[in-house]
T-cell receptor
């Protein structure tokens, strides 16, 4: 299957700092990547769709100024949590679609803990 | 409103005890139904994609089937390493980049 990586795998930061999470498609090019958030014992919630070379599309209720997404190349999308607060603590997961298929392949996730 | 539900919420099986997980959906114009496995603290791992009613796919001890209203994930003679949360998701948009809706998942525990 397609390989998607994320970095870092976990991060602990102080309240008010910004955190950048990288999502890379390792063996394919992805014009579109997706960012999800998952709380304990809950399913995945789509935050935004990241498009290479254009602005991301955010889901209703997701603050675009809070969660900055940059899809700078066909293999890299970044999610920056700006001025993070404890309520932003969560598991963030990215995914990408390979070629013309319909299946999303997920990264391993990034655990964020804001103190 | 498009919706995906899964049952049971949790399932506990003895090793070797076969069973099925259910995914029911209400969407207009299903494009694809996906099954993923998720281990604690990890991203979902792709299992199957089903596109049309009547389609079946198999992988080792797992078999996924699809009807017009639901999908089943059959687990034959499960082993402890099959313990995980199984997620079902549906795609109903016009393109593969449209939103995928995830179900709440079924937590499977296989006891030795």
């Amino acid at each position: 299957g397609a390989v998607v990586s994320q970095h870092p795998s976990w991060v602990i930061c102080k309240s008010g700092t910004s955190v950048k999470i990288e999502c890379r498609s390792l063996d394919f090019q992805a014009t579109t990547m997706f960012w999800y958030r998952q709380f304990p014992k809950q399913s995945l919630m789509l935050m935004a769709t990241s498009n290479e070379g254009s602005k991301a599309t955010y889901e209703q209720g997701v603050e675009k100024d809070k969660f900055l997404i940059n899809h700078a190349s066909l293999t890299l999308s970044t999610l920056t949590v700006t001025s993070a607060h404890p309520e932003d603590s969560s598991f963030y997961i990215c995914s990408a679609i390979r070629g013309r298929g319909w299946t999303q392949y997920f990264g391993p996730g990034t655990r964020l803990l804001v103190l | 409103e498009d919706q995906v539900t899964q049952s049971p919420e949790a399932l506990r099986l003895q090793e070797g005890e076969s069973s099925s997980l259910n995914c029911s959906y209400t969407v207009s114009g299903l494009r694809g139904l996906f099954w993923y496995r998720q281990d604690p603290g990890k991203g979902p791992e792709f299992l199957f994609t089903l596109y049309s009613a009547g389609e079946e796919k198999e992988k080792e001890r797992l078999k996924a089937t699809l009807t017009k209203k639901e999908s089943f994930l059959h687990i034959t003679a499960p082993k402890p390493e099959d313990s995980a949360t199984y997620l079902c998701a549906v795609q109903a948009g016009k393109t593969s980049y449209d939103k995928v809706i995830f179900g709440p998942g079924t937590s499977l525990s296989v006891i030795p």
